[in-house]
């Protein structure tokens, strides 16, 4: 609990700094938004045409592609950056520098490093799912509100162990970018759709070797009552997050245990 009021309070104090150029601080939260925006009406051109995929229709696909996104940026808002950078540290040796402080080092780069841009998944999130809540039929309940909460929670916990996991592999080879991307803006995509579009083949990939499906379709599944798979699997999502987090966070470690310096 202290962590987490650590990362708040020094996150503040980073959006304060950056208020200081405040057009700059809108722009970069403005042009995620519109990026975004775009891809929505992308999804809104493809439902057109075709009216339903796999019994889902046009706001039940945008409540999943929307489940993605909102727990992605908050994920970002957080590692984005320190796992991005990890690579560039380790090249120049800066990345020395962080295991000569008496902290930490994984909160130590987490507390240094932000991207304000992030808060546009966030606001566009917040919005979409205002925008579907009144089509998609949802009974709320108690149990669902707090399950859609763990639900959220868990997914961020996934792509946060994601973007922890392949920055660690820069301990290794120092480049691991390119295994970054090819995760996120690879696989990540194909939980823009229901999972049971799929061949079974991508379906295991994406529930039990990289299981983005946690992500949005196991908790949208349950929510939607589109009774596809079985319930462990829906029940199971918002624990598969922590599971992988604590998972991504000892392999961080493990890699700094086997980290030697570049001799730079």
């Known amino acids: 609990m202290q962590t987490a009021k650590l990362i708040v309070r020094f ?6 700094s950056k ?3 405040r057009f700059s601080f809108y722009m970069d939260i403005g042009i995620n938004i519109f990026t975004y925006f775009i891809n929505y009406l992308g999804l809104w051109v493809v439902l057109l045409k075709f009216q339903e995929i796999k019994g889902w229709e046009f706001y039940d696909i945008l409540w999943l592609y929307n489940l993605n996104l909102f727990s992605y940026g908050i994920a970002c808002l957080i590692f984005w950056t320190p796992m991005r950078s990890l690579e560039s540290m380790i090249s120049d040796g800066s990345f020395d520098l962080i295991l000569t402080k008496p902290m930490n080092p994984f909160l130590n780069m987490i507390l240094k490093q932000s991207y304000h841009g992030f808060l546009g998944h ?3 999130g917040i919005f979409i799912f205002v925008i ?13 509100v707090i399950y859609f909460l763990l639900a959220i929670f868990g997914a961020t916990c996934i792509h946060s162990a994601i973007l ?6 820069s301990f290794w080879t120092v480049k691991s970018n390119s295994v970054m991307n090819a995760v996120i803006y690879g696989v990540r995509n194909f939980i823009d759709y229901p999972l049971s579009i799929y061949s079974k083949s991508i379906k295991f990939m994406l529930t039990f070797i990289i299981p983005y ?3 949005n379709y ?7 009552n589109k009774n596809e798979t079985s319930s462990y699997l829906y029940l199971g999502a918002p624990a598969i997050g922590i599971v992988m987090f604590i998972i991504a966070y000892l392999f961080w470690f493990t890699g700094i245990r086997s980290y030697k310096g570049t001799g730079s």
């Open 19 to 21: 208020m200081e150029y």
């Open 218 to 224: 196991y908790p949208a599944a349950y929510l939607l």
């Open 11 to 16: 996150f503040i104090i980073y959006l304060k």
């Open 122 to 124: 966030i606001f566009l």
């Open 164 to 169: 922890v996991g392949t920055g660690a592999v």
């Open 132 to 144: 579907c809540s009144p089509h998609i039929g949802i009974n709320w309940s108690i149990t669902k």
């Open 213 to 215: 499906a946690f992500v």
